[in-house]
T-cell receptor, first 112, second 113 residues
Framework: EDQVTQSPEALRLQEGESSSLNCSYT??????LFWYRQDPGKGPEFLFT???AGEEKEKERLKATLTKKESFLHITAPKPEDSATYLC?????????????FGTGTRLTIIP | DGGITQSPKYLFRKEGQNVTLSCEQN?????MYWYRQDPGQGLRLIYY???????QKGDIAEGYSVSREKKESFPLTVTSAQKNPTAFYLC????????????FGQGTRLTVV
């Protein structure tokens, strides 16, 4: 069964304290890995798509990387406005069936 | 502004009643999706549609129904057969297949009492 596990569940950082969020996956037929940001009571907002191991993408203070078994979302010198839940999802296709499996998210809090 | 609109934001219904959640997009996207989000769980796919007049079941389709009569609209009906309907429902759309960027609506929080 396809599995996506995010860690830690929650993370509190001081403003400016860099860290990384992890998304590990056990799937067959990976066709893409997505990172989304979700604010409380709102829909997720797209951040990145990664398609192959070794790929990296950056946006402001965020950098996403991908290996064959996991993805990291690195946050450099975070600000309070970076506080949100970060979701990862993997897209797989097996025998013509497509599926997008989401992790449960990491709730990030940046303390001023 | 282009986007995806869900309505209403909050919805209350009595147990045993069917309820329809609205989802409209003006992004000219072919694919649309319905997800359910519960505390402590990842988003779970209910139904998706890649073209008008066609849709496929996701992981948790039982107790739900959809239609896709227009490209812009993908309403979700939560029927009385859904055992635990209280949840946060999210609609999304993408320009291409499932491995492309999806845009989400702001969600509908359904409470069944």
């Amino acid at each position: 069964e396809d599995q996506v596990t995010q860690s830690p569940e929650a993370l509190r950082l001081q403003e400016g304290e860099s860290s990384s969020l992890n998304c590990s996956y056990t799937v067959s037929g990976l066709r893409g890995l997505f990172w989304y940001r979700q604010d409380p009571g709102k829909g997720p907002e797209f951040l990145f798509t990664l398609y192959s191991a070794g790929e990296e993408k950056e946006k402001e203070r965020l950098k996403a990387t991908l290996t064959k078994k996991e993805s990291f979302l690195h946050i450099t010198a975070p600000k309070p406005e970076d506080s949100a839940t970060y979701l990862c999802a993997v897209h797989v296709r097996n025998f013509g069936n497509e599926k997008l499996t989401f992790g449960t998210g990491t709730r990030l809090t940046i303390i001023p | 502004d282009g986007g995806i609109t869900q309505s209403p934001k909050y919805l209350f219904r009595k147990e045993g009643q069917n309820v329809t959640l609205s989802c409209e997009q003006n992004l000219n996207h072919d694919a649309m999706y319905w997800y359910r989000q519960d505390p402590g769980q990842g988003l779970r796919l209910i139904y998706y549609s890649q073209i008008v007049n066609d849709f496929q079941k996701g992981d948790i389709a039982e107790g739900y129904s959809v239609s896709r009569e227009k490209k812009e609209s993908f309403p979700l009906t939560v029927t009385s057969a859904q055992k635990n309907p209280t949840a946060f429902y999210l609609c999304a759309s993408s320009i291409g297949p499932m491995n492309t960027e999806a845009f989400f609506g702001q969600g509908t929080r359904l409470t069944v009492v």
